[in-house]
């Protein structure tokens, strides 16, 4: 388990009897919830934990579970190609055939929840993300955490719970999971054999497992040279825009996004989040702007992110955003 969800995971475990039947298990992306939900109910099934709750890791229901054919368990997750119990959202890009949990796979869990265990304990569903539950997926679910089974404990595991049915919420009780401070995030990192991994756990808003894909997939390819290109209040859009034919606009977005809250956050706040390698650079920026040209750029590019999978020619909209920007950060071209 990794060392900064070991303690919430104890006190979950220290005394299952307590647990509620459906838990909502929440925090941000590339923290490590699934792990966590599955190190969870691997204590709740496990014969002879060791004392403080966790899993022993030896006893024939830990071996069930290792091998993923615990008879007391499963996984509620949208289908893919791979194991999703093993993948789970935190670990990048995988094919999915649907986005979703389907109604079928819910109803599939009828005869699961409603024969009594095969080692006579309790019973596990993870539901992995529960965002992906559709809502006539969610309606059925609902059902049975309504009326819970006996011994029956359902693991929700979201990232985005404001997607969630309210009608779902209210029948979970919360548990929220964080990032870890930034030195046991680096720490970690290194331990992984990931170096220098500042900017990219700043990207990552402190998410280890969402800055170790980053810089694992290359995510950060080319954010230095934009940066450093438009730190310089005379750049060339067009240029910059040509130099870019290959980067994929989401990056193009994710980072002008972030960079124009850094911007914002400098200059209202005098720190940044995002960039701290390129810290100098934007306090001579914010310095320049007015605060509430930059805050207008940073909301369009966040809304714009959102609706990214739009059809949208990727040449014109990062030469638009970059004329936009260049004129904030040196109005005389305004004139111009
Ligand atoms: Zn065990």
Known sequence: MYK????PLQAVLKDPSQLAHALLIRGPRG??????????????????????????GTCSSCGWFATGAHP???????????????????????????????????????????????????KVIVVSPAEALNVAAANALLKNLEEPPAQTHFLLISHRPHRLMRTIISRCRQLALHEPDRALALSWLAGQGIKDAEVAL????????????????????????????????????????????DLPLERFINWLQKWTCDIVEQRMLGRIRYNPDLSRELAIIAKRVEPLSALRLHRKLVRE???????????????????AYAAMVNPSRRAA
């Open 202 to 245: 700043a990207q990552a808003s402190g998410a280890p497992l969402l800055a170790q894909a980053m810089i694992e997939n290359n995510e950060l390819s080319g954010r230095n040279d934009l940066l450093r290109a438009i730190a310089s209040p005379d750049f060339d859009p067009l240029a910059v825009a040509e130099s870019l034919r």
């Open 72 to 122: 007391d368990f499963r996984v509620l997750a949208p289908p893919t190609d791979s194991d999703p119990a093993a993948e789970g959202e935190e670990a990048g890009p995988k094919t999915k055939a649907s986005p979703w949990i389907s109604i079928e796979q819910v109803r599939e869990l009828h005869d699961f929840i409603n024969v009594s265990s095969h080692r006579g304990g309790r």
């Open 305 to 323: 992110q959102r609706n990214i999978h739009h059809p949208l020619n990727a040449r014109l909209y990062m030469e638009s955003v970059l004329f």
């Open 4 to 7: 900064w969800l070991e303690l």
């Open 31 to 56: 923290i490590g919830k699934q792990a966590f939900g599955m190190a969870l109910a691997q204590g709740l099934l496990c014969e002879k934990p060791v004392p403080g709750g966790l899993a022993c």
